[in-house]
């Protein structure tokens, strides 16, 4: 994966870097050159009550740089949106900018991305899983700095499962109630992943479409329709998983990082974390599979002061900068660099997180027919939870749902 980075040379950025020099105002006495960089990530990471991550991590980054008189403009976008925004204007948009990788080619669509290369993509590679590139890199260009997973997996409750139970479903469901996202379209497709079912091949390559409707789809569904009426699985709906957590009705729930801090709340030293189970289907074991994405760092295809931004963006991925982001917001690392620290190393949830990521994940395709599979998922998953999808329509229904996915939403 790093060897296959297509590098920008050294050359080019010292061409942009002179191009910045002269829309800039002139250098001062002490001979730094004065810049302007406009800075967007979400409220939470510039707020007084999270510590201000993003004011402190600039600050730091302005120390590090004498050579620059940096004057920092601050805007709010968190990562979901900011896509979006950037690529409607990207000369009115800021010069380094946090997205969510699922937004990738809409970014790159409306060339409102650059592309990292030469010394900075090495660097980036230096502290970055392959599988954590692969998330923000398109055609062998590397778009971006990640600086964190975004997942899900299971949190449990240590009294009732043990770390063996965890493993599997089928002996999970045997000792306790398990909630799970069954209507979620996020959620449901692990199963189906599990027997081999692929969403444009490997993730990128549109023209495969889906492939959700074959013998191996259908056998999920007939599982799913069984699996529904056991009375130690229930459907997280609303915030029910959470709920029952609290009153002690249900014993694990599939979530994330966000979700962390509560659950941690309701079951203290007890909370237990880990990836995802497998499941038996025909008497074969399978393993279940999340989605998983990242967020990132990206810059301005069209920032003039080219340098800077880059430099800065490497250093909001950095592992000073991640560590801060922990601190003040539980931000999950992935800066391999981190994993050697032992409060880090130690957390539950870090390591649920980066042990699904790596090992029963699947990276959510960021091409654009991607966004004709959630509804007709989640249409499953309600058609099975309500008894409209049945053993005698299981094949049908499964075929329907996956004429669906690869359709355009025109009948």
């Given at each position: 994966?790093?060897?296959?980075?297509?590098?920008?040379?050294?050359?080019?950025?010292?061409?942009?870097?002179?191009?910045?020099?002269?829309?800039?105002?002139?250098?001062?006495?002490?001979?730094?050159?004065?810049?302007?960089?406009?800075?967007?990530?979400?409220?939470?990471?510039?707020?007084?009550?999270?510590?201000?991550?993003?004011?402190?991590?600039?600050?730091?980054?302005?120390?590090?740089?004498?050579?620059?008189?940096?004057?920092?403009?601050?805007g709010v976008a968190d990562?979901?949106?900011?896509?979006?925004?950037?690529?409607?204007?990207?000369?009115?948009?800021?010069?380094?900018?946090?997205?969510?990788?699922?937004?990738?080619?809409?970014?790159?669509?409306?060339?409102?991305?650059?592309?990292?290369?030469?010394?900075?993509?090495?660097?980036?590679?230096?502290?970055?899983?392959?599988?954590?590139?692969?998330?923000?890199?398109?055609?062998?260009?590397?778009?971006?700095?990640?600086?964190?997973?975004?997942?899900?997996?299971?949190?449990?409750?240590?009294?009732?499962?043990?770390?063996?139970?965890?493993?599997?479903?089928?002996?999970?469901?045997?000792?306790?109630?398990?909630?799970?996202?069954?209507?979620?379209?996020?959620?449901?497709?692990?199963?189906?992943?599990?027997?081999?079912?692929?969403?444009?091949?490997?993730?990128?390559?549109?023209?495969?479409?889906?492939?959700?409707?074959?013998?191996?789809?259908?056998?999920?569904?007939?599982?799913?329709?069984?699996?529904?009426?056991?009375?130690?699985?229930?459907?997280?709906?609303?915030?029910?998983?959470?709920?029952?957590?609290?009153?002690?009705?249900?014993?694990?729930?599939?979530?994330?990082?966000?979700?962390?801090?509560?659950?941690?709340?309701?079951?203290?030293?007890?909370?237990?974390?880990?990836?995802?189970?497998?499941?038996?289907?025909?008497?074969?074991?399978?393993?279940?599979?999340?989605?998983?994405?990242?967020?990132?760092?990206?810059?301005?295809?069209?920032?003039?002061?080219?340098?800077?931004?880059?430099?800065?963006?490497?250093?909001?991925?950095?592992?000073?900068?991640?560590?801060?982001?922990?601190?003040?917001?539980?931000?999950?690392?992935?800066?391999t660099e981190l994993m050697?620290?032992?409060?880090?190393?130690?957390?539950?949830?870090?390591?649920?997180?980066?042990?699904?990521?790596?090992?029963?994940?699947?990276?959510?395709?960021?091409?654009?027919?991607?966004?004709?599979?959630?509804?007709?998922?989640?249409?499953?998953?309600?058609?099975?939870?309500?008894?409209?999808?049945?053993?005698?329509?299981?094949?049908?229904?499964?075929?329907?749902?996956?004429?669906?996915?690869?359709?355009?939403?025109?009948?």
């Open positions: 994966m790093k060897q296959r980075l297509k590098r920008l040379t050294a050359l080019l950025l010292t061409a942009l870097s002179l191009l910045s020099a002269a829309g800039c105002s002139s250098a001062g006495a002490s001979g730094e050159q004065s810049i302007r960089l406009m800075v967007w990530s979400a409220s939470e990471d510039q707020s007084k009550d999270s510590g201000e991550w993003l004011q402190t991590c600039c600050e730091n980054f302005a120390a590090l740089h004498p050579e620059w008189d940096i004057t920092f403009v601050y990562e979901a949106t900011a896509a979006n925004t950037v690529s409607q204007d990207p000369s009115a948009s800021a010069d380094v900018f946090l997205y969510a990788n699922d937004n990738l080619t809409v970014l790159t669509d409306a060339k409102a991305l650059a592309k990292l290369g030469g010394k900075y993509a090495d660097e980036v590679a230096s502290f970055t899983s392959d599988a954590l590139l692969e998330s923000v890199t398109l055609d062998g260009y590397l778009y971006g700095v990640p600086f964190t997973t975004n997942t899900w997996y299971m949190y449990y409750d240590k009294r009732v499962f043990s770390e063996e139970d965890v493993k599997s479903l089928d002996a999970m469901l045997e000792k306790g109630v398990v909630s799970f996202p069954f209507v979620n379209s996020w959620y449901l497709p692990a199963f189906y992943f599990g027997n081999g079912c692929t969403l444009f091949g490997d993730g990128t390559q549109e023209e495969l479409g889906a492939d959700f409707g074959g013998e191996n789809a259908a056998q999920v569904t007939d599982y799913l329709i069984d699996l529904i009426k056991n009375p130690n699985f229930v459907v997280d709906d609303g915030g029910s998983g959470m709920a029952g957590l609290r009153d002690g009705s249900i014993k694990a729930m599939f979530s994330g990082s966000w979700d962390s801090a509560s659950i941690r709340e309701i079951l203290g030293d007890n909370m237990g974390v880990a990836a995802l189970p497998t499941y038996t289907l025909n008497g074969e074991t399978k393993q279940m599979y999340s989605y998983a994405g990242s967020k990132a760092v990206g810059v301005n295809s069209q920032s003039e002061n080219m340098v800077a931004a880059v430099e800065l963006a490497v250093y909001l991925g950095s592992a000073e900068a991640q560590r801060l982001h922990y601190d003040l917001r539980n931000v999950i690392p992935s800066n050697d620290d032992p409060d880090i190393a130690a957390d539950p949830v870090v390591i649920a997180q980066n042990d699904t990521f790596d090992r029963t994940s699947k990276l959510q395709p960021f091409v654009p027919q991607m966004t004709n599979c959630w509804t007709p998922v989640e249409n499953m998953g309600r058609g099975i939870r309500n008894s409209s999808v049945t053993h005698a329509n299981a094949v049908e229904q499964t075929t329907a749902m996956n004429d669906a996915m690869n359709s355009d939403g025109i009948s």
